[in-house]
C-alpha cells in the first residue's frame, strides 16, 4: 500500500459543491415547514380551484380560470420568493444562523446564492403543481414559454430582492408580521384574482407599478392572449429587481 493513502487532506470543499449542498439543505427545509407549505402550495391552490370553480369575482370574458391561472403562478413567485424566503432569512438572522454561516468557509455571496437557487427549486415545482390544476379545470394557456420565463425569472428577483431586504433590516417578528400583511395587500390589489380595472382609475395608474401587478399582467399578456414579452411589465420587474437586490446588498446585516 502506498504512503500517505490515508494521510486526511483539511481543507474546504469546491464552492460550487458547497453551494449545491447548501442549496439542498434550504429545500428540504422549506418543504418540512409546515407553516411555508400553506403560503407557498397550498394557499395558490386552494384560491385557484375555488376561484375557478365558483363565480365569484367578475374576471372578464372568456373562462374564468383562463385569468385565474396566471395571476395565481405570480402569486406563488411572491409567496416563495419574497413572503417565504423574508420570513425564514428573518429568523434565521435572529436565531445567529446566518452569523455562523457567514463564518464557515461557505461564502456568504454563495449563501445567498444558495438560498436563491432553493427559492427556484421551490417555484419550479410550484409552477408545476398549480399548471396541472389548471390544465384539470380547462386551462387553454397559449404564448412562448421562454416568455413566461423570462417573467418568472425577473419576478424572482424582484421579489428576493425585496424579501431580502426585508428580512436584513427589521426585527423577525416585524418581518413576519410585516411580509404576511404585504402578501395579503398585494393578493387583493396586485391583480392576482381582481382585475386592476375594477379600481378607480388613478389607483390603476399605483396599483400598475407594484411587482405583483406587472408579474401578473405580464403572465397574462402571454398565457392567456398568446402576446409576445410584454416589455412594459418586463422593464417595471427588472427596475424593482435592481432597486431591491441593490437595497439588500446595501443594507443587509448579518447579526
Known amino acids: 500500500m502506498s504512503a500517505g493513502t490515508f494521510t486526511p487532506r483539511p481543507g474546504a470543499a469546491p464552492v460550487s459543491r458547497m453551494i449545491w449542498a447548501q442549496t439542498a439543505l434550504e429545500t428540504r427545509m422549506l418543504l418540512r415547514n409546515g407553516e411555508q407549505l400553506l403560503l407557498t402550495v397550498i394557499i395558490p ?7 375557478s370553480a365558483v363565480d365569484i369575482v367578475d374576471t372578464g370574458t372568456g373562462k374564468s380560470v383562463d385569468f385565474l391561472a396566471p395571476g395565481v403562478l405570480a402569486l406563488a413567485v411572491m409567496s416563495t420568493a419574497f413572503t417565504g424566503q423574508a420570513i425564514a432569512t428573518g429568523f434565521d438572522r435572529r436565531y445567529g444562523v446566518l452569523k455562523r454561516l457567514g463564518a ?3 461564502p456568504r455571496w454563495a449563501l445567498m446564492a444558495a438560498k436563491t437557487l432553493s427559492v427556484l427549486v421551490t417555484e419550479v415545482l410550484q409552477v408545476a403543481l398549480l399548471t396541472v390544476i389548471a390544465l384539470a379545470l380547462g386551462w387553454s394557456p397559449h404564448g412562448n414559454p421562454l416568455s413566461v420565463a423570462v417573467l418568472l425569472l425577473l419576478g424572482t428577483a424582484a421579489f428576493s ?6 428580512a436584513g433590516t427589521l426585527k423577525a417578528e416585524v418581518t413576519l408580521a410585516a411580509a404576511n400583511l404585504v402578501f395579503l395587500l398585494l393578493l387583493v390589489g396586485g391583480g392576482v384574482i381582481v382585475p386592476l380595472e375594477k379600481f378607480p382609475g ?3 395608474a399605483v396599483l400598475g407599478l407594484l411587482p405583483i401587478s406587472a408579474l401578473s399582467d405580464g403572465l397574462r399578456e402571454v398565457l392567456r392572449n398568446g402576446a409576445a414579452l410584454p416589455w412594459g411589465d418586463a422593464a417595471v420587474l427588472a427596475g424593482w429587481a435592481v432597486l431591491g437586490l441593490g ?5 443587509f446585516r448579518w447579526e
Do not use: E, H
Not at 391552490?45 to 376561484?51: D, S
Not at 437595497?247 to 443594507?251: V, Y
Open 202 to 204: 388613478a389607483v390603476q
Open 45 to 51: 391552490a386552494l384560491l385557484l380551484t375555488l376561484f
Open 161 to 166: 430582492g425585496l424579501g431580502l431586504l426585508m
Open 247 to 251: 437595497a439588500a446588498a446595501k443594507w
Open 104 to 106: 464557515s468557509p461557505l
